[in-house]
Structures are given as structure tokens and as C-alpha cells.
């Protein structure tokens, strides 16, 4: 009987009871047990952490039972067991009673369930009360899914709230460091990793397998892991999309594989996508629906950072991140809207250049982007229909007509909040998140032997190369440029060529001038 697919699903037991696929990830469990004892990793949410931390405590409290048919079924001592203290630290209610009383029931609740003599306490003496009563039995395994749940949900609206948790998860976790006799294994899960100095103060045993060569791959599947766990799916998707297999194959590693972890690791599919694409057997967002982090959005705002120009990275730059100093390069890597492509040296100094992964992430971004810059969701769908038909036309006079009614209904308020909006990178911005949002070849700063060009759309034989410019009154310098620069040169393939100069009005906030050629 075919497994069913664990959407929504994060319990191991449940999943394994239930009759739900579960793809074999406990080779690496096995090796995270057998070579240390204080571990954190950070993924982007929805990606398995919580499924781990699971197999963990089950494997710890020997469920036998669960792990029938798998790697490490013959390869675990289940006679030995350990007391597991296992904590989540997202909904736990520190938005409602604050951080201190939500970690004080938690807790009183783990006191209860392992029988323990209740008392009096605070935090920190009451965590290390538990760890020494359940190590009497044997050394205890502490297990802390998604800790940096009570920081992050402040990010980008309440930083002193930020500050205050942190402050109060350092001393918590200080009780680990004060207690080595007492402890087998402790694993950290979390979507961001805060430098140590900020939060593990004091764990300077603290292996991070973030970036760990052999664990880029211990969550999320591989193309092979998909290959041979989803054999059924592959098929009767494949059939109901009128796609062979290989087509199947193709246009699902360009929708949801592309996340790399390590810059020699090969890259893996989130499995929250791959999971919801085949029980609906369409290609759509599955992801940004169901993890993406208000923090974030709340930050890109705030920064107004709605274009992708990537400049190298230092790891340190993005691996890593201070309250005092949020990088948006780096949170946009550790929540998974950027992945690593390559990694190289420059001026002795290794560097990182990061990419979107995927269609699905570039397609949830764009849109993302097209909401916060001109708060246009109920017709946004309108003009991204209207775009596609008068590029794929050619059809120059409609594309003028199309975008002087787009920018005509962005409200005034967009403009005069916006630090940009005085700049061309606003009006290329929404342009661009509007282009790449119908899926076609776009490429922005496009570098040529003599400049940059704006923005390239290239589409079936053609190509569109724009230039923008903000202007007091039209002056046709945009068009001027492109032909002076003579930028089409580097598109001579195409079969046409359309240079397009736009021209904004800095008081009128929309187009001005709108002039074109074609060439070829």
C-alpha cells in the first residue's frame, strides 16, 4: 500500500503510525550522536527541523518500533536510554504573558510530565533542578526546536522586545554550559543564527553544522531522494499534466530545487513544496504561503530593498547576524530566499555570491515586491495579464498606455513614504517585479563593454532594453543613451531589438516620456 504524503506533519511518530512517507535522513542522526555532544543548526522554516528534532527524541527514548526498515534500525544501542527534555520555543505564548512566564510554564509542564517534586524557583535554578533530577537515571538529552522564535518575532517592529528575549535566552542556555556532567546531547534548531557573543554566550563547544559539509543535505531531499521515494507521485503527476517523466523532472527542479547549504553541497528541494505540489499536481507557491517570516518582510520594507543587485558576500556577512547590525543579505540566505551559488577568492578573502533558488521563491518575491510598492493587489492581476499580452506582441504604444495606468493608481502615499521613490530605482523596481513576475528572461544592470543597461527582457526572438530616467520634463535623454551606448550590440542574436527610454516625472510620478526604436 502506497505511503501517504505527511503534509502538515512535523510529529515522527505520527508520521510513522499514520502510514506517511518519511524519506531516511537517519544516517546523519546517527552521525550527529556518534561524533559530539552540543550541536545547533539553523534552516529555513518548513525545511525539517522539527521532524528531526522528533526522530531525536524518539531515538532516545527507545521507540524501536518506529524505526523498522530503517538505516539505523541495527545500528542503535536501544537498551541504553536517556531522560529527554524537548522544547519548542514557538507557541508557547510569549507575545501574550512575555518570555519569562512562557519558559516558567514550560518548565512546570516538563516537571509534571516526568514526575518531578514541583518547587520554587527561578528560571535558570529551576532548568538546572530538572537536569539534575532526570540525570540520576542517565545523562540527559536537551533538544530546542526553533530557539530564536522570541527574538526574531520582534525583528523589523520591536527591537527593545528583541534585546529584552535575548538577554533572558542567554542566561536560560547559560544553565548547559554549567552542566556537562549532566547532559548526553543538546541540539539547537533555528531559522537565524545570532553570533555567539549574542545568544550561546559562554557554548564555545557549540558545533554548528549550518554550513557543515556532510549535513548540507540532512534536510530538504536530493534529486535522487525524490527520485526514489516518490516513484508513484512522479508518475501520476506526470500523466495528469500530460508531461513525460523527464519533463515532470525538469520543470520541478527549476520550481522548487536550487537550495545549497554548503558551496560544494549538492542542492535539495524543499520538502513542504514537494509535498504540496504533488497532492495538488499543479505548479504554484506553496512555501511562501506557509513560512514566510514577518520579521523579514517587516526589514525589506524598512530598508527598501525590492531589487536583487547581489554583491559579494563574506560568510561571516550572511551566516551569521547581531540585533546591533541586521544584514538583510543575511537574513534573506537564513530564511531561504537566497541560497549560496559559488564560492570564490577575491583579494585573498573568500567570498560568497548568493542567488535566488528557485521559480517558486523568485515568483513569491515578485509579487511580494509588486504589493509593497504600489499596494496594487486586487489589479495586480489585471496588468500582469495586460503586460504579458503587448510584450509578447511587440506592441510598444500598449506597453506606454499599460504602465502610465499602472503608476496612475499606486497611491500618492507610496511616493512620499518611500525613501526611493525619487530615484529611478523605484519606477525599475516595480517594473521589474511586474516583468519577472510573467516568468519572462529578465536581466537588471545589465553590464556592457561601454555601461549598464536598466533592464533586458528577452522574449522568444526579441529583445526589450530600457533605460529609466527621472526628469523635472521630458528630455529624451533616456533613448539617447541607449543609442550613444549602442547597448543593443551585445543582443545582436535577437531578431529585433526594441530600445526603449522611459522618463519619469519627479512631480508627476509617472511616465513623461516614452520613447522607442526598433532595431533589426
Not at 498606455?401 to 503608476?407: D, G, N, Q, T
Not at 525619487?422 to 563593454?449: K, P, W
Amino acid at each position: 500500500m502506497a505511503k501517504k504524503l505527511p503534509l502538515g506533519l512535523q510529529d515522527f511518530r505520527e508520521i510513522i503510525e499514520g502510514g506517511y512517507k518519511y524519506i531516511d535522513k537517519t544516517a546523519y542522526v546517527h552521525r550527529l550522536c556518534s561524533s559530539g555532544k552540543y550541536y545547533f543548526l539553523s534552516r529555513p522554516r518548513r525545511f525539517g527541523k522539527s521532524i528531526t528534532v522528533s526522530v531525536l527524541n524518539e531515538l532516545y527514548s527507545g521507540s524501536q518500533e518506529l524505526f523498522k526498515g530503517l538505516w539505523i534500525e541495527n545500528k542503535w544501542n536501544w537498551s541504553n536510554r536517556h531522560p529527554v527534555i524537548r522544547l519548542a520555543l514557538t507557541g508557547i505564548g510569549f507575545q501574550q504573558s512575555g518570555l519569562l512566564d512562557a519558559l516558567d510554564y514550560q518548565l512546570n509542564q516538563l516537571i509534571e510530565r516526568h514526575g518531578l517534586k514541583p518547587i520554587e524557583a527561578n528560571l535558570s535554578n529551576k532548568f538546572q533542578y530538572i537536569l539534575r533530577e532526570l540525570a540520576q537515571t542517565n545523562k540527559v538529552v536537551v533538544l530546542i526546536d526553533e530557539y530564536d522564535a522570541p527574538i526574531v518575532h520582534y525583528l523589523g517592529m520591536d527591537l527593545e522586545k528583541a534585546y529584552a528575549n535575548r538577554e533572558i535566552l542567554k542566561e536560560f542556555f547559560s544553565v548547559l554550559k554549567n552542566s556537562d556532567d549532566l547532559l548526553e546531547l543538546v541540539f539547537l534548531t533555528g531559522v537565524s543564527k545570532f553570533s555567539k557573543v549574542g545568544v550561546f554566550s559562554g557554548l564555545n563547544n557549540l558545533t554548528d553544522l549550518t554550513m557543515h559539509p556532510q549535513y548540507a543535505t540532512m534536510m530538504g531531499y536530493t534529486q535522487e531522494e525524490l527520485e526514489d521515494n516518490f516513484v508513484e507521485e512522479i508518475d501520476s503527476t506526470a500523466q495528469h499534466m500530460s508531461l513525460t517523466r523527464e519533463e515532470l523532472l525538469v520543470k520541478m527542479r527549476h520550481w522548487y530545487n536550487g537550495y545549497r547549504f554548503h558551496s560544494e553541497g549538492e542542492t535539495v528541494y524543499n520538502p513542504v513544496s514537494v509535498n504540496m505540489f504533488f497532492d495538488q499536481q499543479e505548479f504554484k507557491n506553496f512555501w511562501f504561503t506557509t513560512g514566510t517570516p514577518t520579521f523579514l518582510i517587516n526589514l525589506l520594507k524598512q530598508e527598501g530593498l525590492y531589487d536583487f543587485k547581489l554583491v559579494p558576500q563574506s560568510e561571516q556577512s550572511f551566516d551569521t547576524f547581531d540585533l546591533e547590525d541586521l544584514n538583510p543579505f543575511g537574513l534573506l540566505y537564513q530564511t531561504g530566499y537566497l541560497t549560496i551559488k559559488e564560492k570564490f577568492t577575491e583579494r585573498g578573502r573568500i567570498k560568497y555570491r548568493l542567488e535566488i533558488p528557485n521559480l517558486e521563491i523568485q515568483f513569491s518575491l515578485n509579487d511580494f515586491f509588486i504589493d509593497v510598492l504600489t499596494t496594487q493587489k486586487s489589479e495586480k492581476l489585471v496588468f500582469q495579464d495586460k503586460l504579458y499580452d503587448v510584450l509578447k506582441a511587440g506592441d510598444l504604444d500598449g506597453l506606454k498606455s499599460i504602465l502610465v495606468a499602472l503608476f496612475a493608481s499606486i497611491p500618492y502615499q507610496n511616493f512620499t513614504n518611500n525613501k526611493i521613490a525619487d530615484y529611478e530605482g523605484y519606477y525599475a523596481s516595480v517594473i521589474y517585479a511586474y516583468f519577472a513576475s510573467l516568468g519572462f528572461d529578465i536581466t537588471a544592470e545589465d553590464t556592457t563593454s561601454k555601461g549598464r543597461i536598466d533592464l533586458t527582457l528577452k522574449i522568444d526572438s526579441n529583445a526589450y532594453i530600457f533605460e529609466f530616467k527621472v526628469v523635472d520634463k521630458a528630455t529624451g535623454d533616456a533613448l539617447a543613451q541607449i543609442k550613444s551606448k549602442q547597448y543593443q550590440q551585445k543582443y545582436q542574436e535577437s531578431k529585433n531589438s526594441f530600445l526603449i527610454g522611459i522618463e519619469f516625472g519627479r512631480a508627476e510620478r509617472n511616465v513623461v516620456g516614452f520613447e522607442w526604436e526598433k532595431v533589426g
